[in-house]
């Protein structure tokens, strides 16, 4: 739905995650310190799938990637934020948004919210992972929202045309809000 923001850019923040992994050795050397060599494959890439697995299914194991990964995600975000200055709109797609302080970056915050059947749905869709795998994941993600700085609230439990309209309604008001500044 970034195309109906005009001049936007998308910063996924799991792929920003990634590629910190596969870019930073000192990030590679880190993950190995913490968690041993069982979570990378034999070309010394990180394993995600073990990784997810190790840490979702245990807090401690989960506040150590935190701890690890946050400042690093935060850094590369808020480098493509100023590399890309001079657009419209930047969207920052972030479950970990609270976590971290990327929440401070922005103007307004959208929170997408679906059940868990739903989520569960879209995991299976995105992913090859078992049904074991996404239970881990979605109870594991432990996602904190700070209802009180949401400024929209979309529900994303029914059709792609509803998502659509709520997201063109957000976008009106947003664009409105805009033109009164």
């Known amino acids: 739905?970034?195309?109906?923001?005009?001049?936007?850019?998308?910063?996924?923040?799991?792929?920003?995650?990634?590629?910190?992994?596969?870019?930073?050795?000192?990030?590679?050397?880190?993950?190995?310190?913490?968690?041993?060599?069982?979570?990378?494959?034999?070309?010394?890439?990180?394993?995600y799938r073990t990784l997810a697995n190790k840490v979702f299914s245990s807090e401690k194991e989960l506040k150590k990637l935190n701890d690890l990964m946050f400042r690093p995600i935060e850094q590369k975000v808020e480098n493509l934020i100023d590399i890309n200055k001079d657009k419209k709109c930047i969207i920052i797609d972030a479950a970990i948004l609270f976590e971290t302080k990327l929440y401070k970056l922005c103007d307004y915050i959208i929170w997408v919210r679906a059940d868990k059947n739903r989520r569960k749905k879209f995991l299976r869709k995105k992913s090859d992972l078992t049904d074991d795998e996404i239970k881990i994941r979605l109870e594991g993600q432990n996602i904190k929202i700070k209802r009180k700085l949401v400024n929209f609230i979309i529900d994303n439990n029914g059709s792609k045309r509803n998502l659509r309209r709520q997201v063109e309604q957000i976008v009106q008001e947003i664009q409105a809000t805009q033109a009164a500044v």
Request: aromatic content about 8%; overall charge negative; proline content about 0%.
């Open 1 to 47: 739905m970034k195309e109906l923001f005009d001049d936007s850019i998308l910063l996924d923040v799991d792929k920003i995650a990634k590629e910190l992994y596969c870019k930073k050795s000192e990030i590679l050397g880190d993950l190995r310190a913490c968690f041993g060599n069982e979570i990378f494959c034999l070309d010394g890439m990180v394993d």
